[in-house]
């Protein structure tokens, strides 16, 4: 007699079949906004059958009898498996299949025998697991679930007779795959059922050490979901303490007309100047003129007063940082905010404490701008050498903050923002040299921590107009420059 061996996992499998039953399983599958998924494959992994999504996202699966016994119908061939040894005599020109799978539904050996002959299951055995088998014999399908203990199979198969058999009836595992989509893989103890099933997208972005992919999914900050209090546009009171000292300053803020407490925003601080408010910061210059531009509504704006009493501001300290992580914790914990999305922009006063936070602040801060800014008088933390975006507007006949010292920010910035084996700062970047400004974006830093420094020939302000021009072009450019992410 013809003996066929191929190696397989251990088992301890069962010693007779039995005919299955009739059963119809319906599905529908979307996608995690609820919407059908249409074209997903359905799979059942040890029956082998498929079937496919339709525009409303449903599938069907259904047989009556599958081996045909009710009917009468003719099972060809013999088998039977003794001692760990499955013997097999088929007379038609069909071949006995055997495939065996695992309980993920991955298939690990697939078989074809021919005629008559044995296959010896001891050989190759070393695994431990629980399996399934499915046998084809001509139109007969019979499944076996088995399991391994890691040793050679012996006499012990048997166990005293008991069956470790798998109906059709009593379960499979179901994947459901379908592009752009993870796969889903849903074990079902009862075949005949109606389900409705969720897929998940895949996140196709980048991850890194440190930092944000562009483009990235939001990150919605612990406040979505929750109700708020606040007014769509108003002004509140911010206690902290630092030290045992209690400290309360007016916050302003606009959030977006539809805001939408299930969406994470985009969050911006305007930090003000020397002599200024956060009430002139938000309804005076209307977040240094970038609100009007977010038409989509895609927003929160935030300006928090500095150190300042009666148009005098004392020079930012160690506890205004302390400020800023408070006043953020608060915002993320009560409002929908996207927490890889926050940004913080000022001018002269304000841009000094904005570029003091670009120094540490690289976790929380996704990008800075910053108008007039410089890097003394001023109490500065420790650079942490990591990169941030950084984009500085300096008018080259000011003479308060002068060119050199938002030059020397700025290299701070470059230093940390350089792409790997490059040293941005040792790259010349071209300023203007008339009325006409000139924006310069650097070439040798990562892509993703982009550094833009912007000239002309004006003085101390921040919103710098071409000659001829009615309308600042800062408020535009910063714009785009956060809205890149």
């Not at 044995?118 to 431990?128: A, E, I, Y």
């Not at 895949?202 to 999914?217: I, L, M, R, Y």
């Not at 009325?435 to 982009?450: L, S």
Request: glycine share 10%; with cysteine; hydrophobic share 35%.
């Amino acid at each position: 007699m013809k003996r066929a061996i191929f190696s397989v996992l251990p088992v301890l499998l069962a010693t007779a079949f039995t005919a299955a039953s009739a059963y119809t399983l319906n599905g529908t599958v979307n996608d995690d906004t609820g919407s059908p998924v249409s074209g997903a494959l359905a799979k059942l992994l040890v029956k082998g059958d498929t079937a496919t999504t339709d525009s409303n996202g449903k599938f069907t699966f259904h047989e009556d009898d599958p081996l045909g016994l009710s009917a009468g119908a003719f099972k060809p061939g013999h088998i039977d498996i003794v001692d760990g040894v499955l013997r097999f005599s088929q007379s038609s020109n069909a071949p006995v299949q055997v495939r065996i799978f695992d309980m993920m539904g991955n298939l690990v050996l697939r078989q074809e025998l021919h005629g008559s002959g044995q296959v010896d299951l001891r050989q190759g055995v070393t695994s431990q697991g629980a399996y399934y088998a499915r046998v084809h014999v001509g139109n007969a399908v019979e499944t076996v679930r088995f399991t391994s203990d890691g040793s050679h199979v012996s006499n012990a198969i048997r166990q005293g007779g008991h069956k470790a058999l798998l109906k059709p009836g009593e379960g499979d595992t179901l994947r459901i795959i379908a592009e752009g989509f993870d796969t889903l893989n849903v074990a079902l103890p009862n075949l005949d059922t109606t389900i409705t099933l969720q897929l998940t997208k895949v996140s196709s972005e980048q991850t890194h050490a440190f930092g944000w992919a562009k483009g990235n999914d939001p990150v919605p900050s612990s406040g979505c979901g929750k109700d708020t209090q606040m007014s769509k546009s108003g002004q509140f009171k911010f206690t902290w303490t630092y030290k045992g000292e209690s400290t309360t300053r007016d916050v302003y803020y606009d959030l977006p007309s539809n805001y939408d407490k299930n969406k994470p925003y985009r969050l911006i601080f305007g930090m003000q100047c020397m002599g200024g408010s956060a009430q002139n910061v938000a309804r005076g210059e209307n977040y240094y003129g970038m609100k009007p531009f977010d038409k989509d509504g895609t927003t929160i704006f935030v300006a928090p007063d500095g150190k300042c009493h009666e148009n005098m501001c004392a020079p930012w300290e160690e506890k205004d940082y302390a400020f800023f992580d408070e006043l953020l914790a608060k915002l993320e914990s009560e409002l929908c905010i996207d927490s890889s999305r926050v940004f913080s922009s000022g001018f002269s006063y304000g841009s000094m404490f904005t570029n003091g936070l670009s120094r540490n602040h690289q976790h929380v801060l996704r990008a800075v701008a910053v108008y007039e800014t410089a890097d003394v008088n001023i109490w500065l933390p420790d650079v942490v050498n990591k990169p941030i975006a950084w984009m500085g507007v300096h008018g080259m006949s000011d003479n308060l903050c002068t060119p050199a010292m938002g030059r020397s920010a700025r290299d701070t910035a470059l230093k940390n923002a350089s792409a790997e084996g490059k040293d941005a700062t040792k790259e010349n970047a071209e300023e203007s040299n008339s009325g006409q400004h000139k924006c310069y974006d650097y070439k040798d830093v990562d892509e993703r921590f982009p550094v833009k420094w912007c000239t002309d020939n004006a003085g101390h302000q921040w919103d710098h107009k071409d000659p001829g021009q009615n309308q600042s072009w800062v408020p535009q450019t910063t714009w785009e420059f956060f809205t890149q992410f």
